[in-house]
């Protein structure tokens, strides 16, 4: 079952996405949280590929979608975060994320 998966990740989460957008279109209620942990994996998908390629066992991206994830979960479970931390905590993890995989594409250079 997992050597099916492999390379269809990042696909499967862009469906999930597509799947939730358009019920958020047809007004059925989709939790923040299931957005949140879409998108960690999502990040952490591409990661994943670009490390299969580079080499490059970088932490940056993996730990940022860690964090998302966790956020995601917690907010799911009922854990009151206030709301500009949660935007301060997925900023940073945003930017923390993306830089991850410019050093891995970065590193496919060398």
Known sequence: MIDFLKG??????VIAFL??????????????????ILAAAGLAGV???IA??????GWRTYGA?????IISILGAA????????IEVIYGVCGALGFM???VAVEKLKS
């Open 8 to 13: 269809k990740r990042t696909y499967i989460v």
């Open 47 to 49: 990661r994943a590929g």
């Open 78 to 85: 009922g854990v009151a975060i206030p709301p500009n931390v």
């Open 52 to 57: 299969a390629i580079s080499g490059n066992k």
């Open 19 to 36: 799947v939730c957008i358009a019920m958020a279109i047809g007004k059925v209620a989709v939790p923040e949280y299931v957005f949140g």
């Open 100 to 102: 991850g995989v410019r």
């Open 65 to 69: 979608a860690a964090v998302v994830a």
